[in-house]
């Protein structure tokens, strides 16, 4: 039964890293007919990509502004699906429990396109809150949408308004699996709301914690794309370029494909050692991760 998704895995993404060899080479799809004919006739150029990227400040300030973009998601955003749970789950009543899950689980469906228009008419120029303070007297210029020093924390606020609905589903599922008996006990032993939480829903909760953690640190230099280019225009490429978005306007846009190779291997190398770094915390925690300790 696992055939038909093994095989395609095995199609769609492992056969196709045998193309990261143009990073060693100034590739040109117009060398031959067809993709080996024209991957045969470019000339080698070894490490001339690598070398070339390490140069690049453009690089530079794609990394950093990438870098900057995840460890804000991974301190705002990445708890906040576990509370949002942990609330949701000492709700009483079932039927609240739906209606809140539902409402804060929606704009996943959203396209990103939707999202920023949304945040373009509550904190743009012409927004709500704009046409709120001129209406009060208060001075113009209010637009949060072009502000470059507050663009990293719209981003954070776009995703956490897009995705913590998302996330709540895993968390929820693991409360769900939590014997009540435990609540029961604690309760009897004298442990309040608080003291029943940090005793019996956490440490429920420290495995799933633990690899969506050692995941999301894996993922660290995978932002996303989409959202960026749309409001690339809007704060300037300087602030929201981002590893992602480098490569596509290096790669597609440019036509360097070799050197836009280059770099999809050196982030894919450092997001492997980021994720091996962090399960191997969590063995050093006692947690399972990704994989267990062998």
Do not use: C
Not at 88 to 102: E, G
Not at 143 to 151: E, I
């Amino acid at each position: 039964m696992t055939m038909p998704a093994v095989l395609l895995l095995f199609v769609f993404a492992y056969i196709p890293i045998a193309g990261n060899v143009i990073a060693f080479q100034f590739f040109s799809p117009y060398a031959g007919n067809g993709f080996f004919e024209s991957l045969a006739n470019s000339t080698w150029v070894g490490l001339e990509q690598f070398q070339r990227m390490v140069n690049d400040r453009y690089f530079w300030n794609a990394l950093e502004n990438t870098l900057v973009f995840s460890f804000l998601q991974l301190v705002l955003f990445f708890p906040l699906p576990i509370a949002l749970a942990i609330l949701i789950n000492s709700f009483l009543h079932s039927k609240v429990r739906a209606w809140a899950q539902a409402v804060l689980y929606l704009p996943h469906f959203f396209s990103w396109v939707l999202v920023i228009t949304v945040f373009q008419q509550i904190f743009g120029g012409a927004g709500l809150i704009a046409q709120t303070a001129r209406n009060h007297g208060f001075a113009d210029g209010f637009d949060l949408m072009t502000d470059p020093g507050f663009f990293k924390f719209l981003i954070t606020a776009q995703l956490i308004w897009k995705d913590a609905g998302w996330g709540i589903i895993v968390f929820l599922a693991a409360l769900a699996a939590v014997n009540h008996e435990l609540y029961e006990s604690a309760a009897v032993d004298g442990a309040g709301r608080w003291r029943r939480m940090w005793h019996v829903t956490l440490p429920a909760l420290r495995p799933v914690i633990a690899l969506l953690l050692v995941l999301q640190i894996g993922g660290m230099l995978t932002v996303g794309m989409e959202q960026f280019i749309i409001q690339r225009t809007a704060v300037g490429p300087g602030t929201s370029e981002v590893l992602d978005t480098y490569v596509w306007f290096a790669g597609i846009k440019n036509g360097q494909f070799s050197y836009a190779a280059a770099v999809g291997i050196v982030k894919g190398i450092f997001s492997l050692a980021l994720i091996l770094a962090a399960n191997k915390v969590a063995h050093a925690m006692g947690e399972a991760g990704v994989y267990k300790k062998s």
